[in-house]
């Protein structure tokens, strides 16, 4: 598992203040909304990312857990698979 910054657009109100905060992983776009840096946080700046996160005011930006390896989509054995039940005619 690692950890990873992530930014909700759709709560995001675009008040820069997770730049400011943190620079290392956070830069603006044109419009002050925060493009995150790919990869898990690194170890370091953990405690930061803490800080930013609880002084969002929207409460946008978040740390995910995500598992390592695989390529992340995490479909692999969830539920379902095919013809279990319905079929279309
Ligand atoms: S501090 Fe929160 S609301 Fe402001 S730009 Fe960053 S993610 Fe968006």
């Known amino acids: ?31 002050g909304y925060p493009i995150i ?7 370091g700046l953990e405690a930061h990312v803490r800080r930013a996160v609880k002084a969002c005011p929207t409460l946008a930006l978040l740390i995910r857990e ?3 390896g695989g ?3 995490g479909g692999r054995g969830a539920g379902g698979g095919r013809g279990a039940g319905g079929s279309r005619r």
């Open 1 to 31: 598992m690692s950890r990873h910054l992530v930014v909700n657009p759709i709560a995001c109100d675009g008040h820069g203040l997770c730049a400011e905060l943190l620079p290392e992983l956070v830069r603006l776009d044109d419009w």
């Open 37 to 43: 840096a790919p990869g898990p946080i690194p170890g």
């Open 66 to 68: 995500q598992r390592d």
């Open 71 to 73: 390529g992340g989509r």
